[in-house]
């Protein structure tokens, strides 16, 4: 169901058994900060951020060309490199990007009605066995999420400037945006984001390990 036909409806809790790697790269076209030295009359000097990973190269890979990886015990990717299973993991971050795959108008993940079609479109770039499908879309489902708290993150800023939702626009389609603001400021969505804040502080061992999962730490150690 999406944001309207579900009447609202909380987001789920993502799962948390498996330990996916999520995408960690800016949402492109972040707003630039600038910076100035205390005391100085230089001009501002703008402070560059990178943008998303696109991956590209994967994204037009063919089925010939297409990298093997290795998963462990517990279904997760291995190898062969440390590069295969990153490359991979940023690949699935920039699906959860992708309106056609990952929409972002629906409440919670299991609504996303496409699961197929990702795995199968994963299978095209990657040589994966079936026990791997969890972990692809746990991935998938991890980093969409992800990316729905940075637009939010943005949306908040810019109505606490009074600017305007330029970016939004250029980063989310019309309707999804609408959507996605609707929901926003709702009563239970902001319950449940404020039951979120207080969950997330209290994380002590949090993941800084950027796109390497705690599974190629555990095979390499």
């Avoid at 789920?12 to 790697?21: G, L």
């Avoid at 949402?27 to 100085?40: C, D, F, K």
């Avoid at 079609?117 to 972990?135: D, H, N, S, T």
């Amino acid at each position: 169901m999406s944001i309207n036909a579900s009447g609202m409806e909380l987001e789920r809790e993502a799962e948390n058994e498996v330990q996916p790697m999520i995408e960690t790269n800016n949402v492109a076209h972040e707003r630039e900060s600038v910076t100035m030295i205390e005391g100085s009359s230089e001009a501002p000097k703008i402070k560059k951020h990178q943008g998303p990973t696109n991956k590209t190269n994967i994204h037009a890979c063919t089925l010939e060309a297409r990298t093997p990886i290795i998963l462990n015990c517990y279904r997760q990717p291995i190898g062969p490199t440390r590069k295969d299973v990153e490359d991979l993991s940023l690949f699935l971050g920039t699906i959860a990007r992708t309106t056609e795959f990952a929409p972002l108008n629906y409440v919670d993940w299991p609504s996303v009605p496409i699961y197929d079609q990702i795995w199968e479109y994963v299978l095209e770039k990657f040589m994966i066995a079936p026990e791997g499908r969890r972990w692809v879309l746990e991935t998938v489902n991890l980093s969409w999420h992800g990316y729905k708290s940075k637009l939010k993150k943005m949306y908040l800023e810019a109505v606490e400037k009074g600017s305007n939702l330029d970016v939004l626009h250029e980063l989310v389609l019309e309707d999804e945006l609408k959507d996605l603001i609707s929901y926003w400021n709702t009563s239970p969505a902001k319950e449940q984001s404020e039951k979120n804040k207080r969950n997330q502080e209290k994380l002590d061992d949090m993941h800084t390990m950027g796109p390497r999962s705690y599974a190629s730490l555990r095979h390499k150690l």
